[in-house]
């Protein structure tokens, strides 16, 4: 038997494409955003140097993304075509998986989750597109789509492609076997499937690809290292509410994940309201996955708290809300007449609405990374090399943008610099062991790839033609010797300090903002070295003072320069206003860390107020 799994009105669905076709626009828009950062910047890199697909880990699901953008490489479209193409790829995969539940399986309400899934808690995660969590997910869904309409399973060729789909799903991402398991479950409890025999066979079938793919997996790769639940289980009990993994995650809840709380609430609601056995275990199912699957990252990331690859971690949860929302909720309200019809698309309307702007105003630390890069670029274009090594301490000290980690850098700067034309190309690698790739980077035929030295005549000159010249270290070392640097610096009084900006007058108490600063050295006194492997190096520094120079109560913020300054520099600063009203003087200066002030100062009158 086919059960109905379409809506009322064809609102619902309407509404999640129009979605969708917003998620596509936003993919276009922002294609650099997406494709010119981090993991797939560095696997553009790897299709233009391999012509082949780079598929790690065995998760097979990213070749639907990688072909298309691979076959764009060795057609030798232009970058930025292929940058555009890999971005909007991962939108055009979903939209595909959307329109095959919605209109060839007529499974509308799964549809609606597939758009729920990249709208309704993580909006992080859209700018970070590669990873397979969320495209395992959506093949997910797609099997679910096709087996919640049959009740009980029926042996046919349609069912058996389905089953297809299971090797897939677990070879796709570890830790998809969990929101899989939590489908099966919730599904068994809604259409009773307690005698269905062969609906049992996608949970065996799937234990056994789980258990396959734990084997398959080397000692030692990355995938062995990061199984890390079970040692930190007991490694930090029973203090798992203390770790920064967690409190992190409270905060998400309170903010980004704020359907996440509100959901679980309606939804415990609802069961309730109900009293009978089976929607109190749907409810008891939630919950324990929600729970479960959130102690689970925390405990398993408790090392590792970057916000964006938590929340791609955290993507299962939208699952276990979305889909009893979906599938008993919505229906709910649409069966309260014609009110709750309008109802029900109204509340979707509203939540897209509100969540695809969200996710739009997210753009904002990635915009800014990639105007970084940019403006780094645009600087270092005054030297021959157009190959620079950089120190990571260096690199957006202040974490102000969304550049970490900063392992991608020389990926990034070469698929930004080379959009236009391959000539223009520019690479920055950032390392700690600056030293050994400065002596690697000193001879012309060796290329520094983000994981090692390579020979430069692995780089695709199609896409990437560079000069036959050496490394150039960008953060070098003021002197230490302390006689050595009172001299320079009193050779360095001539250094300027600017606003681009016209500061404000008036600050709230405690608040954080930041300012754009631009340094100037003269030409004499070129450059500002911006090393930090001494004692003493050289930062910027902004302090509040009280009148007559007391101390305010806040502490100052310190930042080393971005690197050694010959051209104007102009870097963003981040101030920290003193948590008790009055009038101050902002001082941006100068300093030797742990040594003493600079005679180079730019100061202006704040008044803090309540």
Not at 151 to 166: G, R
Not at 394 to 422: C, F, K, Y
Not at 443 to 456: C, K, W
Request: charged share 15%; hydrophobic share 50%; glycine share 4%.
């Amino acid at each position: 038997m086919l059960l109905s799994k379409q809506y009322a009105t064809r609102w619902p669905v309407l509404l999640g494409l129009l979605a969708m076709l917003v998620l596509a626009a936003l993919a276009w828009h922002f294609y650099l955003e997406r494709a010119a950062y981090y993991d797939l910047a560095w696997h553009t890199y790897v299709y233009t140097k391999t012509q082949a697909l780079y598929v790690q880990n065995r998760r097979f699901v990213a070749i639907v993304t990688q072909w298309p953008t691979l076959t764009a490489v060795r057609m030798g479209l232009p970058l930025d075509q292929v940058l555009r193409l890999y971005s909007m790829m991962f939108v055009g995969f979903y939209l595909a998986i959307f329109l095959a539940c919605a209109y060839w399986l007529r499974n509308e309400a799964v549809a609606l989750v597939v758009v729920l899934l990249f709208v309704l808690l993580s909006t992080r995660a859209f700018y970070w597109a590669q990873s397979e969590m969320p495209q395992t997910l959506v093949v997910l869904l797609l099997f679910y789509a096709g087996i919640s309409r049959q009740a009980p399973i029926q042996l046919k060729f349609s069912t058996l492609a389905l089953a297809a789909l299971v090797p897939v799903i677990i070879f796709g991402y570890p830790i998809a076997i969990i929101p899989f398991m939590f489908l099966w479950l919730y599904d068994w409890l809604l259409n009773k499937r307690f005698r269905d025999k062969p609906y049992y066979g996608f949970l065996v079938l799937a234990f056994l690809m789980y258990g396959l793919r734990a084997m398959l997996i080397p000692a030692g790769s990355y995938e062995d290292t990061q199984m890390t639940f079970k040692p930190n289980l007991i490694r930090f009990f029973p203090h798992y509410l203390s770790l920064e993994s967690f409190d992190i995650f409270r905060r998400l809840c309170a903010r980004n994940f704020i359907a996440l709380p509100l959901s679980v609430v309606v939804l415990t609601v609802f069961y309730l309201r109900q009293r009978n056995w089976l929607a109190t275990l749907r409810l008891g199912l939630v919950w324990a996955f929600v729970g479960g699957y959130a102690f689970i990252t925390i405990v398993t990331r408790a090392d590792y708290t970057e916000v964006t690859y938590l929340e791609n971690l955290l993507f299962p949860l939208t699952i276990f809300i979305a889909v009893p929302l979906a599938m008993e909720v919505l229906p709910a309200l649409e069966r309260a007449g014609t009110r709750g019809k309008w109802l029900a698309a109204g509340l979707v309307g509203l939540v897209l609405t509100v969540r695809l702007g969200v996710l739009w105003y997210q753009h904002i630390p990635y915009t800014a990374y990639q105007q970084w890069l940019r403006q780094l670029l645009a600087y270092t274009r005054q030297f021959p090399e157009r190959k620079y090594l950089m120190y990571p301490d260096n690199v957006d000290p202040q974490t102000l943008r969304a550049g970490w980690p900063w392992w991608a850098i020389p990926s990034e700067t070469m698929v930004l610099s080379a959009r236009h034309s391959p000539d223009s190309v520019q690479t920055v690698r950032v390392d700690w062991s600056i030293d050994y790739l400065a002596e690697q980077g000193a001879n012309p035929a060796n290329f520094l790839e983000p994981f090692g030295v390579e020979p430069a005549s692995t780089v695709s000159p199609v896409y990437f033609r560079f000069p036959q010249t050496p490394y150039r270290v960008i953060n070098s070392n003021p002197p230490q010797d302390t006689v050595a640097l009172n001299a320079y610096i009193k050779a360095h009084r001539g250094v300027q300090l600017a606003l681009l900006d016209s500061l404000p007058t008036t600050i709230k108490v405690g608040e954080q903002t930041t300012i754009p600063v631009e340094v100037r050295v003269p030409e004499q006194l070129r450059p500002l070295h911006s090393g930090t492997r001494v004692d003493h190096p050289t930062l910027v520094r902004t302090v509040f003072f009280k009148p007559h120079d007391w101390p305010s109560d806040t502490a100052p913020v310190e930042a080393p320069l971005e690197v050694d300054v010959w051209q104007p520099w102009q870097q963003t600063l981040r101030i920290q206003a003193p948590q008790q009203p009055g009038q101050y003087i902002l001082d941006i200066g100068l300093i030797s860390r742990n040594y003493r002030t600079w005679p180079v100062h730019l100061r202006r009158t704040i008044t803090v107020t309540e």
